[in-house]
């Protein structure tokens, strides 16, 4: 191994002692290219994965809430985790667990305790000098994605409209007059607030003619859906890419916030309102994207569709982050409450979350019920299956989801009908 700092080796530690992550960890110094990092559970230790994948992941089989398998299991559900080695270290020296550990795609299994000679020897054997390395430095002309990033604020500001609806929301005290103050200032934003409570999804007898009607007739938390709903789809519509196109991409975003309030009702500790906004803001990574990267957003759409695979996959291939690590970090830059940010972060990816971590679930659930009624298009060509753990937080089983999807009672055509 070389030990250049620019090749230092990270290792994911894994385990529930501090003692044994403390012992683990002065070893590697003394081998002294790598870096490390810890975690106690499958459930961090898959956050931690998702957010900055490591070289090599060295693992206790059992762990503070399950054991290594269900760890070994997620990992071959993308492709780029498959590549990362897993090292089982364990105290019992079971033939059962090595047995299982290496069937499930471990590349070893040591007995603890881990010594410097063992563990360099694998280390050796793992990343040989002149093999090809998991290198993270940009390539000469290569886009520093992650670096401009940083300027998020400046990329995707929150409309300042929307700002102030998110404000007045979350603002105990405040009322409808408030809100509809905000509205009225905006006049075209105004007309089309209108035209979304006239359209045939709402189905009024009578035509609304006023903001203040229409809250007294909806209720102050419908009209801040819409108006926060229309002033953000205002502010990024853009030309079309034939791969993208962006009414139908808005329609469905917005056919996501209104399933993810009515999956919502199955678990009464969520807000209602948070779930239309998650639905709503899921995808905004592809919009900054599109924006902001569009050479390279278009052609991870062409590889998506050429290849048939799914575009958050192909996106961390070709710029090593996909649009719901993106659209986490919009979301962080507007100041969205943490859950709500995890939710966009992770909606590809709910295996991170655990069984209480609704909204991360509420968000897949609320994509894949979109995709499946094809509701606008956002871009994917191969989307999401369900997630057994995300039916299993909502009470919900594979073969009762068209029974699911009729009892949310979404009219798709009024949605379309809205935009």
């Given at each position: 191994m070389n030990a250049g700092n620019g090749d230092r080796k990270r290792v994911l530690l894994l385990d529930t002692s501090p003692l044994v992550m403390r012992n683990l960890e002065r070893v590697l110094k003394k081998i002294g290219d790598c870096v490390s990092e810890q975690a106690d559970s499958?459930?961090?230790?898959?956050?931690?994965?998702s957010q900055n994948p490591p070289d090599l992941i060295l693992t206790e089989w059992e762990l503070s809430d399950l054991t290594a398998a269900e760890l070994l299991q997620v990992l071959k559900t993308r492709k780029e985790w498959k590549e990362i080695p897993v090292i089982i270290c364990t105290s019992s020296g079971s033939t059962e667990i090595s047995n299982e550990a290496l069937k499930l795609g471990a590349r070893d299994v040591m007995k603890k305790p881990i010594n410097q000679q063992s563990l360099r020897k694998h280390l050796d054997q793992l990343f040989p000098e002149g093999s090809q390395k998991r290198s993270k430095k940009e390539l000469p002309g290569k886009r520093n994605i992650r670096s401009e990033l940083r300027h998020i604020g400046k990329?995707?500001?929150?409309?300042?409209?929307?700002?102030?609806?998110?404000e007045i929301s979350a603002d105990p005290n405040a009322s409808a007059r408030n809100l509809a103050a905000v509205v009225k200032k905006d006049q075209s934003l105004t007309a089309k607030i209108l035209k979304i409570v006239n359209s045939a999804y709402y189905g009024f007898y009578r035509k609304i003619g006023n903001v203040d009607h229409a809250i007294v007739i909806l209720g102050f938390n419908e009209i801040k859906n819409i108006s926060l709903a229309a002033c953000i789809i205002r502010a990024y519509v853009d030309d079309s890419d034939p791969l993208f196109n962006r009414e139908k991409f808005w329609l469905h975003a917005l056919g996501s916030a209104y399933i993810s309030r009515a999956l919502s009702?199955?678990?009464?500790?969520?807000?209602?309102?948070?779930?239309?906004?998650?639905?709503?803001?899921?995808?905004?990574?592809?919009?900054?994207?599109?924006?902001?990267?569009t050479d390279l957003f278009s052609r991870c759409l062409n590889l998506a569709k050429k290849r048939k695979q799914p575009l958050h996959k192909v996106s961390a291939e070709v710029m090593e982050i996909d649009h719901a690590e993106v659209g986490g970090l919009v979301a962080e830059g507007w100041r969205l409450p943490v859950p709500l940010v995890r939710a966009i972060q992770f909606h590809h990816n709910?295996?991170?979350?655990?069984?209480d971590d609704y909204n991360i679930h509420l968000a897949h659930l609320a994509n894949y019920f979109c995709h499946s009624n094809r509701i606008g298009e956002s871009g994917n060509p191969v989307p999401d299956e369900p997630f057994a753990g995300s039916l299993k937080a909502f009470g919900l089983d594979k073969q009762d989801l068209d029974d699911v999807w009729r009892s949310l009672m979404i009219d798709t055509q009024s949605v379309k009908n809205a935009l």
């Open positions: 499958v459930r961090t230790a898959l956050l931690s994965i990329l995707a500001p929150l409309p300042i409209l929307a700002k102030s609806i998110i009702s199955f678990k009464p500790t969520l807000n209602t309102e948070d779930a239309f906004v998650i639905g709503l803001l899921h995808d905004i990574g592809k919009v900054v994207l599109a924006q902001h990267f709910p295996a991170v979350a655990g069984k």
